[in-house]
Nanobody
Framework: VQLQASGGGLVQAGGSLRLSCAVSGGTVRRYAVAWFRQVSGKEREFEAA????????DYADSVKGRFTISRDDAKNAVYLYMNSLEPEDTAVYYCAAGTRNWGRLIALYDYWGQGTLVTVSS
């Protein structure tokens, strides 16, 4: 399965972006999908995840209430809606998919997209 992340860009603080993770070579319903982000020189961090059933979601405390993860089975894609963006949200965002139990650990996800850069200016 291949993942293609897109939707990043430059936005002012307080603005919004929608990231997309297009899944090919497999059906998105077979996978738990998560979004992680990474700042240069730092470890990749969990931000949001949606279970294989689509019925459960989880968010890092830093984005809870501002970010929303959702899935569109018809488009075979997962989205991350990001609102009230802050300069601290600046990072490369990666989507990842896995068939095992979903969660916050990087090791749970076997397939990774290439990343999309989000830059939030103050």
């Amino acid at each position: 399965v291949q993942l293609q992340a897109s939707g990043g860009g430059l936005v002012q603080a307080g603005g919004s972006l929608r990231l997309s993770c297009a899944v090919s070579g497999g059906t998105v319903r077979r996978y738990a999908v998560a979004w992680f982000r990474q700042v240069s020189g730092k470890e990749r961090e969990f931000e949001a995840a949606i279970s294989r059933s689509g019925g459960s979601v989880d968010y890092a405390d830093s984005v809870k209430g501002r970010f929303t993860i959702s899935r569109d089975d018809a488009k075979n894609a997962v989205y991350l809606y990001m609102n009230s963006l802050e300069p601290e949200d600046t990072a490369v965002y990666y989507c990842a998919a896995g068939t095992r139990n979903w969660g916050r650990l990087i090791a749970l996800y076997d397939y990774w997209g290439q990343g999309t850069l989000v830059t939030v200016s103050s």
